[in-house]
C-alpha cells in the first residue's frame, strides 16, 4: 500500500470544488458515468481495431444505490486503470501549472473542471470518500484500489477483482443522503444519461404484482444508446422522427415538421428540431430544446445559444463543441457556440422553403399553427425575415392562401389607392365583423384574415419593410375612405345641419362602450345608414399597449369609436326633415337669439379693432364675456332640447343600435333595450 499527496496543491482545489460547484452538485453523477461510458467505448474501439483480442464481454455500466452502506456505486466493464494510470490520471491531475491555473480562474471553477478533466473529483461534491477500484484491460494488470476521503492524501493498494473495468464507490456524505434515494439517482440518470451511447443499467425493471411494484430479473436500462439523432436521415421514417419526439417530450401533442440538422463543417452538430402544435394561446412552452455534447446531457436553458425565436422549438442540439460545465454567459460568448446559432437559423429557413416548395398543400395545412413562429422569427430576426420572406402566408377569409408575392399581385388592380399605395384589408374575426367583411367584398376587394397573436406587430413590421403598402381593417373606417380612389363627396348637409343631426345622435350613444365621436358622410344611397368605424391608428395603439407595458399611455385611454351617419340615406334626410318640422318652432328664437347677439359680438370686435388689449375699455370687454356666455347658453339650452327630442326618436336609436350591433358592441343593457324597442316598432 502507498500513501501520497495528490499531485496538485489540492489544498485549494476541494474547497474550490465544494463551494463553486455546490448549486449545480448533482452534475457529479453525469460526470462519473460519463468517464464510465468514455472506458467502455474505449474499450470497443481496441477490440475493433485488434489491439484488444480477448473477451469483450457486455459493454454495460451500472449504477447502484446501496442506502445501508450509504454508498453509490458506478461499475464498468471498460479499460480499466493501471496502477501506474491511476497514479497518473487520477493523482497528477491532468494539467501541469494547476495551482496557479486555480488561482486564477478560481472564480469560475466551473469552467476549469469542464475543460481540464476534474470530472472525476466533482464525487467529492456529494462524498465524505471516494473509492476506485480498477483492473486494466493490459495483459498481466493488477486490480488496485484507490482512496481518498476529499483531502489531499490518499492511498493506493493492490486489491482483488475479478473482471476488467473499474468501480467508483461513492460514499455519500451526510448532508447528500439524497443521493441514495432510488428515484432520486433514476431522476438524474434520466435527465442526464438518458442518450448516452453504453447502457446504464439501474436496478432491474419493475412490474406490478400482488398489489405492489416488484422486481423482475430484465435490467432497467436507462437509456436508448442510438437515438434518432445520431442516425442518418435516409435510415428513418416519420414515424421514428415521431417516436422520438415523444421519448423527448411524453405528454406533447404531434409536432407539426422536424428539421435534421447533420453538420460537420466547419464545425460539428447534431440534432432534430420540431415545430411543435401549440394548443392554446402563445404559451410560454415548458418542453424546450436540449443541449447534448456527445450524447451527454448539458443543459435545456438554450437562450443565447440558438436564436431567440428558435427556443420555442423542441428537439435536440449535439455538438462536441459545445463545452460541458460551463456558465451560461460563458456558452453565449463562446465563438463556436455563435457560429452553431446562426448556422441553425439558415438550416431551418432553408428546410421550411423545401416543405413549402415540394409540398405546398401539406404545409399549408399546418400553416396556422407554424405561423406564429416564423412571424416571431421575422420580427425578432432580420436575417431569418430576410430568408422567410417567400414562404411567409397569408390567409384570406375565405380560407385561401397565399405568399406575399402572389397576394399582391391579386388585389394590386382593384385596391391600390389614389396615393398608390395598396391598400390590404383585413378582418380579425369573421364573425364579429361580417357586416364590414360583406361590404368591401361588395366592391370586389378581399379580405385577409389576421386573427394571430402577432398579427398587429407584424402589419406594422411590413409597413416599416414596404412604406407603399397599408394594412386596414374593415371597420377602421367607410368604405370610400379604406381605399379612397378619388375626393371624395362631400356632405351635403349645412353646418348648422350637421350640429342638430349630431346633437339628436348623440343624445342615444351608449356611455358606457366608450367614447364616440359622430360624423357624417356622403356614402351613396344604398349603404347603410348609420355604421360605427374605429381607427386604425388607435386601435393598433391600444393593441400593442396590451403586450407592452411601456406604451402603458394608450393602454390607459378608453376605447374610442366613431358613428358615421350617412347623409345620402333617404331615412336620415327623413329624421332631418322631421327634426326640422317638429323643433324649428322651439329652435327658431333661440337660433334667432344666438344670431343676434353673434351680431352684437362682431359689431364690438369693429369698434375695438386694432386696439391692444390694454386700450379696450373695461366695459367692452365684459360685455364681450357676456355675449359669449349667453351664447354658450343658448347653445346648451338648444342641445338639450335636441337631446331631448332626439332620446324620444326611436328611429335615430334603432339606427344606433344596428350599427353597435353590427359591431359587435351592443351588450348587456342595452342590447336588452333594443330587442324591446324592436317588438314595439313591429306591432
Ligand atoms: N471509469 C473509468 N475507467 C477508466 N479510466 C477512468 C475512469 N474514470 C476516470 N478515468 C481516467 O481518469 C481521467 C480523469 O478523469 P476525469 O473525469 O477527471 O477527466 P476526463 O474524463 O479526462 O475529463 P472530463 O470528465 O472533464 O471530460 C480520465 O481521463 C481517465 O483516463
Redesign the pocket.
Known amino acids: 500500500m502507498s500513501t501520497g499527496k495528490i499531485g496538485v496543491s489540492t489544498g485549494n482545489l476541494f474547497p474550490i470544488i465544494k463551494k463553486f460547484l455546490y448549486s449545480d452538485h448533482e452534475i457529479f453523477l453525469r460526470?462519473?458515468v460519463?468517464?464510465?461510458v468514455?472506458?467502455s467505448q474505449?474499450m470497443k474501439v481496441l477490440a475493433s481495431n485488434g489491439e484488444f483480442k480477448g473477451e469483450l464481454g457486455e459493454l454495460k455500466v451500472r449504477v447502484k444505490a446501496d442506502k445501508a452502506a450509504g454508498t453509490l456505486t458506478?461499475s464498468?466493464n471498460?479499460?480499466?486503470?493501471t496502477q501506474e494510470?491511476v497514479e497518473k490520471?487520477?493523482n497528477q491531475?491532468?494539467f501541469s501549472g494547476a495551482e496557479e491555473f486555480m488561482n486564477k480562474y478560481k472564480d469560475n471553477a466551473a469552467a476549469i473542471?469542464?475543460?481540464?478533466?476534474?470530472?472525476?473529483?466533482s464525487s467529492f461534491m456529494v462524498s465524505d470518500r471516494v473509492e476506485?477500484v480498477?483492473k486494466s484491460y493490459k495483459e498481466g494488470a493488477k486490480a488496485v484500489k484507490w482512496s481518498c476521503e476529499g483531502n489531499p492524501e490518499y492511498t493506493l493498494e493492490e486489491t482483488e477483482k475479478a473482471e476488467r473495468?473499474?468501480d467508483?464507490i461513492m460514499h455519500i456524505s451526510e448532508e447528500e443522503k439524497d443521493f441514495l434515494e432510488d428515484a432520486k439517482v433514476n431522476e438524474l440518470l434520466t435527465k442526464y444519461c438518458k442518450f448516452l451511447p453504453i447502457e446504464i443499467i439501474f436496478g432491474k425493471k419493475k412490474e406490478w404484482k400482488d398489489g405492489e411494484y416488484k422486481d423482475t430479473t430484465e435490467d432497467n436500462v436507462i437509456n436508448d444508446t442510438n437515438p434518432a439523432w445520431t442516425r442518418k436521415p435516409a435510415d428513418l421514417t416519420e414515424e421514428d422522427y415521431g417516436k422520438f419526439y415523444h421519448e423527448l417530450y411524453p405528454m406533447a401533442q404531434d409536432p407539426l415538421f422536424h428539421i435534421h440538422l447533420n453538420v460537420d463543417y466547419p464545425f460539428n452538430l447534431t440534432g432534430i428540431l420540431y415545430f411543435p402544435k401549440i394548443d392554446n394561446k402563445f404559451e410560454i412552452q415548458k418542453n424546450k430544446i436540449q443541449l447534448y455534447s456527445n450524447q451527454v446531457y448539458v443543459t435545456d436553458s438554450v437562450e443565447g445559444i440558438v436564436p431567440e425565436y428558435l427556443t420555442l422549438l423542441h428537439g435536440v442540439i449535439d455538438s462536441p463543441d459545445i463545452p460541458?460545465?460551463v456558465s451560461r454567459s460563458y456558452l453565449q460568448s463562446d465563438r463556436n457556440v455563435k457560429k452553431i446559432s446562426s448556422h441553425i437559423t439558415k438550416k431551418v429557413a432553408d428546410s421550411l422553403s423545401d416543405i413549402f416548395t415540394n409540398k405546398r398543400e401539406d404545409y399549408e395545412k399546418k400553416w396556422d399553427d407554424l405561423k406564429i413562429f416564423i412571424q416571431y422569427g421575422m420580427l425578432t430576426d432580420e436575417k431569418f425575415a430576410e430568408r422567410a420572406k417567400t414562404i411567409f402566408l397569408f390567409k384570406n377569409t375565405e380560407g385561401k392562401y397565399f405568399t406575399y408575392e402572389e397576394y399582391e399581385n391579386l388585389i394590386k388592380a382593384n385596391q391600390t389607392d389614389k396615393d398608390n399605395k395598396v391598400v390590404f384589408l383585413y378582418a380579425t374575426d369573421v364573425k364579429e365583423q361580417y357586416t364590414y367583411i360583406e361590404t368591401v367584398k361588395g366592391k370586389g376587394y378581399d379580405v385577409l384574415l389576421m386573427d394571430g397573436q402577432l398579427d398587429t406587430h407584424f402589419i406594422n413590421h411590413l409597413e416599416q419593410k414596404n412604406s407603399d403598402h397599408r394594412f386596414v381593417r374593415v371597420d377602421s373606417d367607410v368604405i370610400d375612405k379604406l381605399i379612397s380612389k378619388e375626393e371624395t363627396k362631400e356632405v351635403s348637409l349645412s353646418h348648422e345641419e350637421q350640429e342638430e343631426l349630431r346633437a339628436v345622435f348623440t343624445s342615444q350613444l351608449p356611455k358606457e362602450e366608450g367614447m364616440f365621436m359622430v360624423n357624417f358622410e356622403a356614402m351613396g344611397e344604398n349603404a347603410d345608414p348609420v355604421i360605427v368605424t374605429r381607427s386604425e391608428f388607435m386601435r393598433r395603439m391600444k393593441e400593442m399597449a396590451a403586450m407592452n407595458p411601456g406604451m402603458g399611455f394608450y393602454g390607459a385611454m378608453g376605447d374610442q369609436y366613431t358613428l358615421v351617419v350617412n347623409t345620402d340615406h333617404k331615412l336620415v334626410n327623413t329624421i332631418l326633415e322631421n327634426e326640422k318640422k317638429e323643433m324649428s318652432a322651439r329652435l327658431e328664437p333661440i337660433n334667432f337669439e344666438i344670431k343676434e347677439t353673434e351680431k352684437k359680438e362682431a359689431e364690438l370686435d369693429e369698434l375695438n379693432k386694432g386696439k391692444k388689449d390694454e386700450e379696450i375699455p373695461q366695459v367692452d370687454k365684459d360685455r364681450k364675456s357676456e355675449y359669449h356666455k349667453t351664447i354658450a347658453d343658448l347653445n346648451k339650452q338648444k342641445n338639450s332640447l335636441l337631446e331631448e327630442y332626439g332620446k324620444g326618436n326611436k328611429v335615430v336609436g334603432q339606427l344606433i343600435d344596428l350599427a353597435l350591433l353590427a359591431n359587435g358592441l351592443l351588450k348587456g343593457e342595452a342590447l336588452n333595450r333594443f330587442v324591446k324597442r324592436s317588438v314595439e316598432l313591429i306591432k
Open positions: 460526470e462519473i460519463s468517464n464510465a468514455d472506458a474505449k458506478v464498468d471498460g479499460i480499466g486503470m494510470e490520471y487520477i491531475i491532468a473542471i469542464g475543460h481540464f478533466g476534474l470530472g472525476f473529483y476506485i480498477t473495468g473499474t467508483i460541458l460545465n
